[in-house]
């Protein structure tokens, strides 16, 4: 199994780090190939006297690693698959089938081991199947936890581990022909999304599905896929499963082969949906969580995002499923219907994978901006009130209720018949095309906006022409504000804080 050159460069400074730190993620973007650095670690260290055990979450990953490492003759643990050879030098194990493992037997079971690896380490990583060998391992063996997105939902490296390498991100293996060009068509961030309850970071599941269940929101995912996506292979990203299955009855009602998996299908029924999709039998596959990791099926050209998520690490993995080349495959579209691309930008936006998560902040007592009743002067929140929706096939209607009342303290009026237009949306990363006189432009807006004096316009130009750093975060700051994804008071504060950066002041 030969490195690409890009993987050597990756392998060598994995070999330098080692000799210092102890626990390392390695990244690369979908397609980078990281098997290939599975492999060569392997044989490192079964070359140096070594003993390895590669961890994966699911059953398929398993066998797709344990054919990567054939050539090792590697010990497989996997419920009833298990083939134990207590001498082997390779142990290649399902998370949960390890786990009970060395619950029964500890670490005789596996014995000394100098290496420990962990593939898709997003999802394995601090998780209670983890904990013994965690326990066993941490402090005695190497770790190398690989994954396209080694980050927690915020976007910060895993707890606990040294360093990241990750030098290979989308746009990079893009340029370099390894993935598929994307071309992005988004809409408005849907209406009351900002107004649904948070649980553990992201949107409350139970809030969210019934928000984007709406009747008008489903239909409008047919109208997009007829308007821009007709023709293509599609999956559609849901919420839950009963999102799912109300978006394939959609689908099935216009006549469009679609199927759907979630964690409710048997495995041979699932198995045979993805089959038809492959083949093309299926057009449009729904999926619910399952098909975010792992499943590289080449010839999606179209990705429908009809997930909200404020998770950074499920945003990239979702848009992965739509990179790989095939034959005749040159570009992925990438519909976005619930605002999930305004929330975290650009598919091929260059990112910091090695941020540390900062410790916790102590406890404060926040202050929400009340709303007041306009009939009994009761102050609330709109999460407390009552939500009802009315919907008929000219428009949806959602009240809220004042608590103490009864009265309606807001509505929303959302007209049915219209589809909504996507509008597409530019990398706003790239600045080629962005002039002095643009950003002179959006400067002047902001000190408008603001009631700046000159000497605030001529302060912040100077620092524009002194500065490259500065100069280039400008200029992207202007392709978000035209793109409207921030307005002028964000805008502001980025400048500000690239000043601080490369200025200083």
Known sequence: MKLRPHQKQDYKECKTHFKELDHILMGGATGYGKSALLYHNVKKEIGAGGRVLVIAPRRKLVK??????????????????????????????????????LKVHGGKYFGNITMVIIDEVHINFGS???????????????????????????GYRLEGWDLTIYNYQTSDLIKMGWLTPVRVLVEDKPQGL????????????????????????????YSIYKK??????????????????MIYKEFVKKGVPVGVVHSNNPESEEEQTLYDFSSGDIEVLINVGKLTTGFDETSVDCLILARPTKS??????????GLRLHKGKDECLILDVAGVIKEHGYPTM????????????????????????????????????????????KFTRTRWYCPNCG???KEVLVDNKQVKKLFELKDYTNVDKVTNEMVGKMIYAIAKRNKYKRGWISYMSNDYIKC???SHDMKIQYNRWKAGLCNLDTVLRNINMSREQYCGN
């Open 64 to 101: 797709q690693l344990t054919e990567t490492l054939l050539d090792f003759y590697p010990s497989v643990i996997m419920g009833a698959d298990t083939e134990y050879y207590k001498d082997a030098n390779v142990f290649v194990a399902s998370t949960a089938t390890m786990h009970n493992k």
């Open 128 to 154: 209670t199947s983890m904990s013994l060998v965690h326990k066993l391992y941490w402090d005695k063996s190497k770790w190398l936890g690989l994954s396209a997105t080694p980050i927690d939902d915020a």
């Open 194 to 221: 900002d107004d649904l309850k948070m649980t553990g970071g992201d949107y409350n599941e139970g809030d969210l599905a019934d928000f984007m269940m709406d009747g008008a929101r489903v239909s409008n995912i």
């Open 228 to 245: 821009y996506a007709k023709g293509r292979k599609v999956m559609v990203f849901a919420v839950t499963i009963n999102h799912a299955d």
């Open 312 to 321: 950074l690490r499920l945003f990239i993995q979702i848009i992965g499923r």
């Open 350 to 393: 260059k990112r910091d994978f090695n941020k540390v998560k900062p410790p916790p902040k102590e406890k404060q007592n926040i202050e929400y901006a009340d709303s007041i009743c306009d009939f009994c002067e009761y102050s609330t929140q709109f999460k407390n009130c009552k939500r009802k929706v009315k919907e008929t096939k």
């Open 407 to 409: 009265e309606v303290m």
């Open 468 to 470: 490259e750093g500065l």
